[in-house]
């Protein structure tokens, strides 16, 4: 990674932290790609699923082990490959290339000034273009290293993961007491 930010001095996991944790985590599991992509606009959507689930996953763990918000705002943004790179650095403990793979595939390459921004929450994201997706006519999704199937199964254990390093509760299950 050539474009890190010096790490936040101190991390503080506070409860307004850990609740703004959560807040991300169930947000992540609301983005989670369930439909199957049909067309390019499909592909577009679900890619764009995905890579939110994977962004908002990985800063739910950053902010439950105390890394502050305005931080995470300014220096990881929407870009899930870093947030994977900090979660590791952090004792995440997910290290699988295959997710690695994928989340560096979901990473967009945007510049933060270009028209196309929108809210979420309180972070701005760029509308991603997924230029990778196609091939020559602009209407073919281009060969991927994951099925969308794929895709699915490596983000649901990556959120499961960060559940359970983080107590967070999946939606299917209580919380832990």
């Not at 959560?22 to 989670?32: L, Q």
């Not at 390019?40 to 800063?59: E, Q």
């Not at 295959?98 to 967009?108: A, F, I, K, M, N």
């Not at 993961?161 to 832990?176: F, N, S, V, W």
């Amino acid at each position: 990674m050539t474009d890190l930010a010096p790490d936040p001095i101190l991390l503080r996991p506070t409860p307004e932290a850990r609740a703004l944790g959560r807040y991300r985590y169930e947000r992540a599991y609301r983005f989670f790609p369930h439909r199957e992509p049909r067309s390019v606009h499909g592909y577009r959507r679900f890619f764009r699923d995905a890579g939110m689930t994977a962004n908002l996953g990985l800063l739910s763990f950053l902010n439950a082990i105390g890394f502050d918000n305005d931080w995470c705002v300014r220096n990881i943004g929407c870009r899930p490959a870093l947030a994977l790179h900090y979660a590791s650095r952090y004792g995440l403990g997910h290290d699988r290339p295959d997710t690695e793979r994928l989340v560096h595939l979901l990473s967009p390459l945007w510049n933060a000034g270009r028209p196309g921004m929108m809210a979420l929450g309180d972070l701005l994201c760029p509308v991603w273009l997924w230029k990778r997706l196609h091939q020559g006519d602009g209407n073919t999704p281009a060969p991927l290293d994951f099925s969308p199937v794929q895709i699915r199964v490596l983000l649901s254990d990556m959120l499961r993961h960060i559940g359970l390093a983080t107590g967070y509760a999946t939606p299917d299950q209580e919380p832990a007491s």
